[in-house]
């Protein structure tokens, strides 16, 4: 589904990716993770184009990310994405945030759009929150109204840019459920995360990266087991353990 | 001490000066800032494009109307508008454009610049990730402008918008070097027919007083309750 050939890409003359190729199957959940600086964000925000790339490519459902003239907008609006902080839209209330989107992209009428989305909000708990504005809420109902969002769009694929490390160790496990139920029922995930707890329930793969550089590529049991590199040994000790 | 002065000509005079003056003050000021915000929007949106030519031509003409006195901006167009309008339309006489026109072209034009530079630190306060928000989404540029950064950023200027627009409204005073009848040029005619100067001159500067620095204070009440949402 989502397949990366050889993308490198640079800010000036430094290079944050290099020749990274990996893949991402249909209902498969793939989580990249790496020290800080690696190029796990730049990574996954090549998928959607948010991150423009100068060498290889992406192929996302049979279509180029990186082809001159790519329809990025339709690409995107295919493609679920959450952030790091949310970014929900401040000035919008929660179920304005879920409709926009689909009003405005998919022409789904206002009713049509309130329907889902209230669907949507009872399913990551916050259905009496549809009213409410961002500012109101904890940073974890804000990250579930961010999924949410995404998947309002009825996406082929769920893309996630460090979900949890912006959030109050108590609200955590709250998004990562969340997560968790949307794998099981087999939604394409690509998830930059230190999670391991999560990596270790749900994941299928584990990406290792370090200084722009995909070192391990590995199943869950390999990547937990034995990680073949040392950096992702050294890593994995540095995080494990504490 | 008062004898001598005639106050009570501004009594007689009130209808004269505001159904008037003040009308046309009030009207110009509102539609110069509707115009220029509109204007210096777009402005802004030029500027920080990554079009470079687009940012050229924006940041050229901010520069340019900040750097010329107004009043040679208000000549200047009240003499020249009429050809270009006679260019326009492909007429050989200049096209009588009339002064109230006149006005409102020159102080959208003028007035955008500033406004631009004030909408432009607005765009500029809205995080990177709100629009990568909108574009994850699937909304094209003129999508996330209008329903994502824009609104958040007038909101954020709010205040800012509504000072520069208080100086507007004591700008348009000048517009007496084109002999229109503004709230200070209503007040002028009186005094100079009647030879009430002292009388006149002084209630005008009261009238601006009271209503700009009672805006001012709306303004700072406004910014605390903006303020409290964010």
């Known amino acids: ?242 | 001490m008062f004898s001598g002065y005639d106050f009570d000509v501004i009594r007689r005079s009130l209808p004269y000066l505001f159904r008037e003056g003040m009308t046309f003050t009030v009207t110009l000021t509102l539609m110069a800032m509707t115009g220029g915000i509109i204007f210096g929007t777009l402005l802004a949106m030029m500027r920080l494009s990554r079009f470079k030519v687009l940012g050229l031509v924006a940041g050229g003409y901010v520069n340019l109307m900040r750097s010329i006195p107004l009043v040679l901006v208000i000549f200047w167009f009240f003499f020249l508008v009429p050809y270009i309008g006679a260019w326009i339309i492909g007429a050989d006489q200049p096209v009588a454009v009339g002064a109230f026109l006149s006005c409102v072209i020159t102080f959208t034009m003028f007035e955008a610049a500033y406004y631009s530079e004030i909408m432009r630190a607005g765009i500029q306060s809205i995080p990177r990730g709100q629009v990568a928000a909108g574009q994850a989404l699937g909304l094209n540029y003129w999508q996330s402008m209008g329903y994502i950064v824009l609104p958040q950023a007038f909101r954020n200027m709010l205040p800012v918008l509504l000072t520069q627009t208080i100086i507007l409204f004591q700008d348009t005073s000048l517009v007496y070097v084109i002999s229109v009848t503004d709230f200070l040029g209503a007040a002028a005619k009186i005094a100079n027919r009647d030879y009430r100067l002292v009388e006149m001159y002084t209630f005008v500067a009261v009238v601006y007083f009271i209503i700009c620095f009672s805006l001012s204070y709306l303004v700072k009440i406004l910014q605390r309750r903006i303020a409290i949402v964010r």
Request: net charge neutral; glycine share 8%.
């Open chain 1, 1 to 242: 589904m989502i397949e990366f050939k050889k993308v490198s890409k640079w800010y000036g003359s430094f290079q944050v990716l290099k020749d990274c190729s990996t893949y991402v199957d249909k209902g498969q959940v793939v989580v990249v993770c790496g020290p800080s600086g690696s190029g796990k964000s730049t990574l996954i925000k090549c998928v959607n184009g948010l991150e423009p790339f100068q060498e290889g490519d992406v192929i996302v459902n049979s279509e180029s990310v990186g082809r001159a003239g790519a329809n990025l907008n339709r690409l995107r609006a295919k493609i679920g994405m959450v952030f790091q902080h949310f970014e929900l839209f401040p000035h919008m209330s929660v179920i304005q945030n879920l409709n926009l989107a689909q009003t405005k992209v998919l022409g789904r009428s206002r009713e049509e759009a309130t329907e889902k989305s209230t669907a949507l909000l009872k399913r990551v708990g916050l259905q009496a929150h549809a009213q409410k504005f961002p500012g109101q809420l904890s940073g974890g109902q804000q990250q579930r109204v961010a999924i949410a969002r995404g998947l309002a769009m009825d996406p082929i694929a769920m893309l996630f840019d460090e979900p949890t490390s912006a959030l109050d160790p108590e609200m955590i496990n709250e998004v990562l459920d969340v997560m968790v139920e949307l794998a099981h029922e087999g939604m394409t995930m690509m998830v930059v995360s230190h999670e391991m707890g999560f990596a270790r329930k749900v994941a299928h793969r584990v990406i290792f990266m370090d200084q722009g550089e995909i070192v391990e590529d590995a199943s869950k049991d390999e990547f937990f087991g034995s990680p073949r590199s040392e950096r992702a040994q050294v890593f994995l000790s540095k995080i494990l353990h504490h």
